[in-house]
């Protein structure tokens, strides 16, 4: 039987109506384990990334073997919305910071049904050196690796596994989409709505589900909209004939080029509403429009991403999750960039006012935080509000001499 002392520090709380200061009790615990072994975890996982780099680890959540691509995210908090954003499909995300799990979770903080990233890796509680994978995959590119808490499979084996998948050319939307339509009620709760000022009409909006984030339909619902949410294969035509004001395509994970129906229904739907393309939507709009959309090296993970809006000027900070951008170059003539991200120049956002189009890379939304962008809605808003009363003045008629 082994035995370990350790120093416990307990820090006792006043009793009611002491005037005397809190004291620290200090205890001798002895802690006992059978065979010898540590009373405490040790590391019983491992992170094998393509590179043959290998990383030990302490698991906590579910066990088995998973295949993921590794990306950063430079976040201080919003973990809970970070796992439950199904725009992480098939990713493990590894938090830069370091003190992660001190916020608890709530309810009013799930952006989805439940968890669809693939793993997440953090320091404080099972001592990744998480920086040290950072710099790699900064210097790199984003890699692919395994994460696993099963002993019967050799390093050899996991990296052969990192080896053999790719998330490029996945499908991932079909796999996070709603699979029946339904009508989206809640709107922000009052604590938590800052800035939106509905002019008190009420427009319909049919928002695509490519991996939608709740908090995108709180806003839409919070700015005066009916919202009805699709699955990602709704056709077009079936949403046409639902006669709405505005079409939001949404955010969702992977390849934009993983998932030619998705455009092809975008295509069929441009010019026939205004539309709102968020994220996977925004580059989805970019390939409709003729435009190429491209893999980054490591792509956007963060609440803190500084973006220009060209037709302002003003600098927003904003929460973005992408691995792929649009090729401004390679659209036509009429299509104006709106918006550019300050760390390296690519493509945030863009307008077509021709065909009342309006998309942004990143996510105006952006709970927990910054708000800077959340004026995206109102302007979808009154670009429904101008079709809306265009539709509806009265035509001109014309006087003949004869």
């Known amino acids: 039987m082994a035995a370990k002392s350790l120093g416990v520090g307990v820090s006792l709380s006043h009793l009611v109506g002491s005037k005397s200061p809190p004291r620290l009790c200090v205890l001798s615990i002895r802690c006992f384990a059978k065979n010898g072994e540590r009373p405490w975890k040790t590391s019983d996982a491992r992170l094998v990334l393509e590179d043959g780099s290998i990383w030990k680890a302490k698991s906590f959540g579910a066990s088995g073997t998973q295949v993921g691509e590794v990306v950063f995210n430079t976040s201080l908090t919003g ?7 199904p725009s992480y499909a098939g990713q493990f995300v590894l938090m830069t910071n370091p003190h992660i799990g ?3 979770v709530n309810f009013d903080d799930e952006e989805s049904r439940k968890c669809f990233l693939a793993g997440l890796v953090i320091r404080s509680l099972n001592d990744v050196d998480t920086r040290a994978i950072t710099r790699r995959l900064r210097q790199d590119g984003s890699l692919i690796g395994v994460l696993s808490t099963d002993n019967s499979i050799t390093d050899e084996e996991l990296l052969k596994m990192s080896r053999s998948w790719d998330i490029v050319g996945i499908d991932l939307i079909s796999g996070v989409s709603c699979q029946t339509v339904h009508e989206w009620v809640d709107k922000t709760k009052q604590e938590w709505d800052f800035s939106s000022r509905g002019s008190g009409e009420t427009f319909h909006v ?13 806003r ?18 079936e949403t046409l004939k639902m006669n709405p004001d505005g079409v939001l395509f949404s955010n969702g994970p992977g390849d934009p080029s993983a998932v030619p129906y998705a455009v092809e229904t975008v295509k069929e739907i441009l010019g026939k509403v205004p539309v ?28 803190n991403h500084p973006v220009r809006n060209l037709r302002t000027g003003h600098v927003e900070i904003s929460a973005q999750n992408h691995n792929y951008a649009v ?44 708000h800077d962008s959340d004026y995206a809605f109102r302007e979808f808003t009154e670009l429904m509000k101008k079709q809306k009363t265009k539709k509806f003045e009265p035509k001109l008629s014309t006087v003949s001499d004869a």
């Not at 973990?79 to 954003?85: A, G, P, R, S, V």
């Open 327 to 370: 090729d401004p170059a390679t659209l036509p003539e009429g299509v104006e960039v709106t918006h550019v991200n300050l760390n390296d120049g690519s493509c945030a956002g863009l307008a077509f006012p021709a065909q009342r189009i309006m998309s942004l890379q990143y996510h105006p939304e952006a709970s927990p935080g910054p």
């Open 102 to 104: 001190n916020t608890g």
């Open 220 to 237: 839409l619902a919070s700015y005066g909209c009916k919202i009805t949410v699709v699955p990602s294969t709704w056709p077009a035509t």
């Open 79 to 85: 973990y809970q919305e970070i796992l439950t954003d």
């Open 276 to 303: 709102f393309g968020i994220c996977m939507g925004h580059q989805l709009l970019g390939q409709a429009l003729g435009g190429k959309t491209f893999k980054m090296k490591f792509g956007h993970h963060g609440g």
């Open 206 to 218: 049919v928002a695509y589900d490519f991996g939608i984030k709740h908090n995108i339909l709180k």
